[in-house]
C-alpha cells in the first residue's frame, strides 16, 4: 500500500525545505522534497490518495495536483481543481498546479477559469489568470480574456503580479497587442511590472524593449 506519509519524510530536504521558506508564504508544512521526486511520485497515485481534510503538507496539495494533472479527462481536472483550490495559499502551488491539467482546452475549463476572476480571494483569482495565460492567450478567446481582466475587483498582490506576467507573456507573442494594453493599465504597479517582466524577456526584443520601458509611470 502506497504511504504518502512515508514517501514525504522519506524525500524530505531540510535545506532546501528552508530555502523554500524564505520564497513561498504558505500556512502548511514545507518538507523540502524536489518537484521531480514529486511528479514521478505522482505517476503512482491518484488524487483521492491524499487526505483534504487531514493535516496537509505543501508537498501533498503539489501531488494532489500533479497526480490530478496525469488524469485524460478535463471534466475531472475541472472538479479536482475545484477541490484543491481552497488549499492553494501562495504562487507556487498555483504556479505548479495549473499548468499541469492540459485537458483545459474546451469553453467549459475557460468559463470556469473565467468565473475565478469574479472572486475576492487571491489565489483563487490567481488560478484563473494563470490559467487563462497558460491554455488560452494564444487562442480566439484573446481579447475576451483582456476584456474580462479589466473587471477583476480583487487588488491583492499576487493577484497584480498575475496580470502583470499575463501582460508580458503578452507581449512575447502579440507585442502591438500587449503595448496597446499596457498603455490602458491605470494601476502603476501593474503597469511598471508588466513593463518590467517583458523587459527581462529574451522573447522581447531591444527595440520594443525601448518602446515599452517609456510607457513607465
Do not use: H
Amino acid at each position: 500500500m502506497i504511504n504518502i506519509k512515508k514517501f514525504i519524510k522519506d524525500n524530505s530536504d531540510y535545506s532546501y525545505a528552508e530555502f523554500n521558506k524564505k520564497f513561498i508564504k504558505t500556512r502548511y508544512e514545507i518538507c523540502g522534497v524536489r518537484t521531480p521526486a514529486l511528479r514521478n511520485f505522482a505517476k503512482e497515485i491518484e488524487p483521492e490518495y491524499i487526505d483534504l481534510d487531514g493535516k496537509l503538507t505543501f508537498e501533498e496539495i503539489l501531488l494532489y495536483g500533479f497526480s490530478a494533472g496525469l488524469i485524460k479527462s478535463e471534466d475531472e481536472q475541472i472538479e479536482y481543481l475545484e477541490n484543491i483550490l481552497p488549499y492553494i495559499d501562495n504562487w507556487a502551488s498555483c504556479d505548479m498546479i495549473v499548468p499541469s491539467l492540459k485537458c483545459f482546452k474546451t469553453d467549459k475549463s475557460y468559463n470556469f477559469l473565467t468565473n475565478l476572476l469574479k472572486d475576492d480571494r487571491e489565489f483563487y483569482v490567481r488560478v484563473g489568470i494563470v490559467g487563462l495565460m497558460r491554455f488560452f492567450l494564444k487562442t480566439d478567446k484573446l481579447e475576451e480574456i483582456l476584456k474580462n481582466l479589466k473587471g477583476i475587483t480583487c487588488e491583492a498582490y499576487y493577484v497584480k503580479m498575475a496580470l502583470a506576467w499575463l501582460y508580458a507573456e503578452l507581449a512575447t507573442f502579440n507585442f502591438e497587442r500587449a503595448e496597446k494594453e499596457i498603455k490602458c493599465i491605470t494601476d502603476a504597479f501593474v503597469r511598471n511590472r508588466a513593463i518590467s517582466k517583458s523587459c527581462d524577456s529574451f522573447r522581447v526584443d531591444k527595440t520594443q524593449k525601448e518602446t515599452l520601458s517609456k510607457l513607465r509611470v
